[in-house]
């Protein structure tokens, strides 16, 4: 699931091994771009900003990737190519005097004047993993629609950038909050530092996991797991579907125990008054079986 981190750590590997090469070759199977040819370009620099990818180039162009679901840059060591198998992925192949780079499947793939790059990541709010993340400035935007369920601000890229569907769900319920909960009634300062805790965990760490427990099927709380039991109190894992012609535009899992609060669609429950605490937090990074029937997480 590429997110902010997933992108961050696919640049770090970019810069490994193409920065500074000179571009041999550029095949760009794009339609927009069918003539374009940046040979001869020295590759200067790779950046992320949230789940953007700025490639520069020393011509003074940037080739800007948005990974979506499915994006994902391949590198092939000098002289090899990638697999025929991968022919109708790839989007474009930039040869270079090392290595070669493969834009595969990338939903968004355009190149621009490096001093334009304002037009493609100006809209977004503070990078979590950039050097100058502003919590406070986070924090501003978040609130700025204050009924607006906190899950949902959290995943617009304007108030912040780099959380996806799996960090947002994995954080509210590690939170202890229903992810439909107004995002003013958030202690949202408490829940930036573990959802920045957690995206910097993961740079370290393959995978995404939440729970500390990285077997397969094992690694989350919620994500993913309609109908299956709470690893801490055993209830259902609840889901909703994505709304088309809405907003929301992302399917939601919680537990409907362990995350108090309103929850749209279904029989109305009651929301705990005041701030809720990260009742769930110090689950972060612990592995589930150890916490059933631990009687310091129960309730
Ligand atoms: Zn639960």
Same mark, same amino acid.
């Given at each position: 699931m590429p997110e902010g981190d997933s992108v961050f750590k696919a640049a770090q590997r970019m810069r490994g091994h193409l920065l500074g090469r000179t571009v041999t070759r550029s095949d760009f199977r794009v339609p927009r771009y069918a003539t374009t040819d940046l040979a001869g /370009? +020295?590759?200067s620099a790779f950046d992320s900003y949230g789940k953007h990818m700025l490639t520069r180039f020393d011509g003074g162009l940037t080739l800007h990737t948005h990974f979506e679901m499915d994006g994902a840059w391949q590198v092939t060591g000098p002289g090899k190519r990638l697999p025929a198998t991968f022919d109708d992925e790839i989007r474009l192949a930039l040869s270079t005097d090392g290595p070669t780079a493969y834009a595969l499947r990338m939903p968004v793939l355009e190149l621009l004047?490096?001093? /334009? *790059?304002g037009e493609v990541?100006? =809209?977004?709010?503070?990078?979590?993993?950039?050097?100058?993340?502003?919590a406070q400035e986070a924090q501003r935007r978040l609130v700025a629609?204050?009924?607006?369920p906190v899950v949902e601000a959290l995943l617009d890229?304007?108030?912040? &950038?780099g959380i996806g569907n799996l960090w947002a769900v994995e954080t509210c319920f590690l939170r202890g909050i229903?992810?439909? @909960?107004? &995002? &003013? *009634? +958030?202690?949202l300062a408490a829940l930036l530092v573990l959802v920045r805790r957690m995206l910097l965990h993961s740079l370290d760490n393959p #995978? /995404?996991? @939440?729970?500390?427990?990285?077997r397969r099927g094992h @690694? =989350?709380?919620?994500?993913?797991? &309609?109908?299956r039991p709470c690893r801490r109190c055993g209830t259902p894992i609840e889901h909703r579907d994505a709304v088309a012609g809405?907003?929301?535009s992302r399917e939601t899992w919680w537990c409907p125990r362990c995350q108090p609060g309103p929850f749209p669609s279904l029989a109305e429950r009651p929301s705990r008054p005041g701030l809720r605490r #990260? +009742?769930?937090? *110090?689950?972060? #990074?612990?592995?589930g079986r150890r916490l059933r029937g631990s009687p310091g997480l129960a309730r």
């Amino acid at each position: 699931m590429p997110e902010g981190d997933s992108v961050f750590k696919a640049a770090q590997r970019m810069r490994g091994h193409l920065l500074g090469r000179t571009v041999t070759r550029s095949d760009f199977r794009v339609p927009r771009y069918a003539t374009t040819d940046l040979a001869g /370009q +020295v590759i200067s620099a790779f950046d992320s900003y949230g789940k953007h990818m700025l490639t520069r180039f020393d011509g003074g162009l940037t080739l800007h990737t948005h990974f979506e679901m499915d994006g994902a840059w391949q590198v092939t060591g000098p002289g090899k190519r990638l697999p025929a198998t991968f022919d109708d992925e790839i989007r474009l192949a930039l040869s270079t005097d090392g290595p070669t780079a493969y834009a595969l499947r990338m939903p968004v793939l355009e190149l621009l004047p490096t001093s /334009q *790059e304002g037009e493609v990541i100006g =809209h977004l709010g503070p990078d979590l993993l950039g050097p100058s993340w502003d919590a406070q400035e986070a924090q501003r935007r978040l609130v700025a629609d204050p009924r607006r369920p906190v899950v949902e601000a959290l995943l617009d890229q304007r108030n912040l &950038a780099g959380i996806g569907n799996l960090w947002a769900v994995e954080t509210c319920f590690l939170r202890g909050i229903s992810p439909w @909960t107004p &995002a &003013a *009634e +958030v202690d949202l300062a408490a829940l930036l530092v573990l959802v920045r805790r957690m995206l910097l965990h993961s740079l370290d760490n393959p #995978g /995404q996991v @939440t729970t500390g427990d990285t077997r397969r099927g094992h @690694t =989350h709380w919620v994500y993913g797991r &309609a109908g299956r039991p709470c690893r801490r109190c055993g209830t259902p894992i609840e889901h909703r579907d994505a709304v088309a012609g809405t907003s929301w535009s992302r399917e939601t899992w919680w537990c409907p125990r362990c995350q108090p609060g309103p929850f749209p669609s279904l029989a109305e429950r009651p929301s705990r008054p005041g701030l809720r605490r #990260g +009742v769930n937090e *110090e689950s972060f #990074g612990s592995r589930g079986r150890r916490l059933r029937g631990s009687p310091g997480l129960a309730r």
